[in-house]
T-cell receptor, first 115, second 113 residues
């Protein structure tokens, strides 16, 4: 079974802090994604990566950056956390794009509260 | 960014009832997917649809890929308490290096025993 592990289930940070959310997958997937989940808005894509050291902006990249130094690890960085970044963050991975048989596999999420 | 319109936003039903939810878009998609998120967990894929008009079942779940390629429906028959969760539709267009998905806004399902 594919396992996507997010390092923290809950995080509480102060406004202005630099925040790192870590995600590791164990299935050698090429693609990794960071989503944000908010009630009534569904899942919105922040950033994704299709290879080591490659990254592309999703729909809501403002205020975030990412790092992918190793294939199995994809980090989401909040350079200066703000209260409007309080949310559930979901990491996902999949095989290389264009394949019919490459669904997203999600982690269990990190609930971040910025006070 | 683009989002899919998913309805209803929430449903509160009795065990044994059937459930229907749908998703519509202004754009066409090559693939429609339905995910379920159990409380405290990440979404898990339930059903994938690859062809316009396709009707696919997975146990008590049945989903259809709309003929216009702009909508999809999910039905759950004879609901049980473990059906509780948030259901998301997702549309996918192929192209480029990744299989980027557009997600719906979600349907929260509560089932009373």
């Amino acid at each position: 079974d594919v396992k996507v592990t997010q390092s923290s289930r809950y995080l509480v940070k102060r406004t202005g802090e630099k925040v790192f959310l870590e995600c590791v997958q164990d299935m050698d997937h090429e693609n990794m994604f960071w989503y944000r989940q908010d009630p009534g808005l569904g899942l919105r894509l922040i950033y994704f990566s299709y290879d080591v050291k490659m990254k592309e902006k999703g729909d809501i990249p403002e205020g975030y950056s990412v790092s992918r130094e190793k294939k199995e690890r994809f980090s989401l960085i909040l350079e200066s956390a703000s209260t409007n970044q309080t949310s559930m963050y979901l990491c996902a991975s999949s095989l290389a794009g264009g394949s019919y048989n490459s669904p997203l596999h999600f982690g269990n999420g990190t609930r971040l509260t910025v006070t | 960014g683009q989002q899919l319109n998913q309805s209803p936003q929430s449903m509160f039903i009795q065990e044994g009832e059937d459930v229907s939810m749908n998703c519509t878009s202004s754009s066409i998609f090559n693939t429609w997917l339905w995910y379920k998120q159990d409380p405290g967990e990440g979404p898990v894929l339930l059903i994938a649809l690859y062809k316009a008009g396709e009707l696919t079942s997975n146990g008590r779940l049945t989903a259809q890929f709309g003929i216009t390629r702009k909508d999809s429906f999910l039905n759950i028959s004879a609901s049980i308490p473990s059906d509780v969760g948030i259901y998301f539709c997702a549309g996918q267009l192929y192209g480029g290096a990744t299989n980027k998905l557009i997600f719906g806004t979600g349907t929260l399902l509560a089932v009373q025993p």
